[in-house]
């Protein structure tokens, strides 16, 4: 019998804080979280490993969220349906019509809340 693997998710967030705090808060429910410190970082990421779901900061350095959303979009567009987009501006999100994704999650966030989007991501 082979041992199940936990889902890796990729948590991108060049707050060193959120993302840690995001990282430790899905290790505990068992995930096997990822971190990337900017989205260039986080693209470099995504090609370089399969991820069960992304957990995505819109304002990062070097290539801001919108930039790892259009690599998605070119490159692995079903994962689009696995990525949950944090943001302290969710109407500008919602305005670039970031289609496909699994969700937006407005910052400060509730970590139960992020946690169960993230299992639902997951899942898909």
Not at 14 to 21: K, N, V
Not at 77 to 83: A, I, L, Q, W, Y
Not at 87 to 101: D, I, N, V
């Amino acid at each position: 019998m082979t041992e199940r693997k936990p889902p890796r998710v990729l948590v991108a967030d060049d707050e060193d804080a959120i993302r840690t705090l995001v990282s430790h808060t899905l290790r505990r429910a068992g995930f096997d979280p990822v971190e990337a410190s900017d989205g260039q970082h986080a693209i470099e990421r995504l090609d370089a490993g399969r991820f069960d779901a992304v957990v995505l900061d819109l304002m990062m350095p070097r290539v801001d969220g919108f930039g790892v959303v259009e690599h998605l979009i070119e490159t692995q567009p079903r994962m689009m349906e696995k990525t949950v987009v944090m943001t302290a501006f969710p109407e500008t999100a919602a305005k670039q019509r970031l289609h496909h994704l699994c969700c937006i999650i407005s910052k400060p966030f509730d970590l139960d809340e992020l946690l169960q989007v993230v299992r639902d991501c997951a899942r898909r």
